[in-house]
């Protein structure tokens, strides 16, 4: 005979009269460990979540790419108010004198800047990084004719340039 039935005869009947219940405790057991086994690795994760988060080198590279996360070009559509001048449309956007000195004095060459009128639109592409810079402007001088004065990156300078525009058709900057 075998050494288990001499045993335990009673525990194998029991277990065959309540194979069910056997089963159901085996699966309840694989469950409990398996939860505690998914719990586990979770908190290992979470501490190690934490861990990156209070990393110092990756907070400052976080918080530097959420800084520039501000567009650097903008481009501006100003609507002319009554009693404006092109100073101080220029200041209200907060551009350095020097780079309004510079702008005026190309304008005025060929344009009075004195006869802005009410409703005029103004376009102008700034650089925010480091000071102000206008990197464009479109200044309408009448329905048919804009003067552009676009930055040329490398000389730091501005070209300068008459736009036409037929009436018939529509043309957008």
Do not use: W
Request: hydrophobic share 40%.
């Amino acid at each position: 005979m075998k050494l288990s039935k001499l045993k335990f005869p009673k525990v194998s009947t029991l277990v065959k009269k309540n194979l069910e219940l056997v089963y159901l405790i085996c699966t309840a057991l694989i469950v409990i460990i398996s939860v505690q086994v998914f719990n586990f690795i979770k908190d290992q994760k979470r501490s190690h979540f934490f861990e990156i988060l209070n990393n110092i080198y990756f907070e400052k590279t976080l918080s530097s790419v959420i800084n520039n996360l501000e567009p650097r070009y903008v481009n501006i559509e100003h609507k002319v108010l009554y009693g404006e001048s092109f100073s101080s449309i220029l200041e209200n956007y907060e551009i350095p004198k020097r780079e309004i000195n510079i702008t005026k004095k190309l304008l005025s060459k060929k344009e009075n800047l004195n006869k802005l009128q009410e409703n005029q639109i103004i376009k102008l592409t700034l650089d925010l990084r480091n000071s102000k810079k206008i990197l464009k402007i479109v200044y309408p001088v009448s329905k048919i004719k804009k003067i552009q004065l676009s930055r040329n990156l490398t000389k730091d300078n501005f070209e300068y340039k008459e736009i036409i525009t037929n009436l018939n058709k529509k043309n957008y900057l």
